[in-house]
């Protein structure tokens, strides 16, 4: 498999600095496919939050006791509670991911300046 990379130099540990590299594309695959996964889930998840209480409202707005706009209001909120937490630990996830990725990066051309 051809690499970009130039030949090592004498006496340079290969296997380290190909161990390092393995990892830091594999670290950088997986952030990618993580973060274009959470890019996907996103969207369905901001409409599953956005649509429906308003559709209720609209749809039921004549025969709706003043109790009920409440309670729609209630769960529009709760609802907004739930999808801030899930999609700020999912977006922590894909940092995490996105930060794993780069530090492996760095270590890999810090050992191969080192070489």
Known sequence: MPSNTPPPAAGEPVDDLERLQRHAVALATKAKAMTRAYNRATWIRFVLF??????????FRLYLEAWGYYAVGALFIVS????????SAASAKCDAATQAAE???????EARRQA
């Open 50 to 59: 956005f649509f429906p209480a308003p559709l209720i409202v609209v749809l």
């Open 80 to 87: 907004g509670a739930v999808l801030f937490a899930v999609d």
């Open 103 to 109: 530090s492996a990066r760095q270590a890999f051309e």
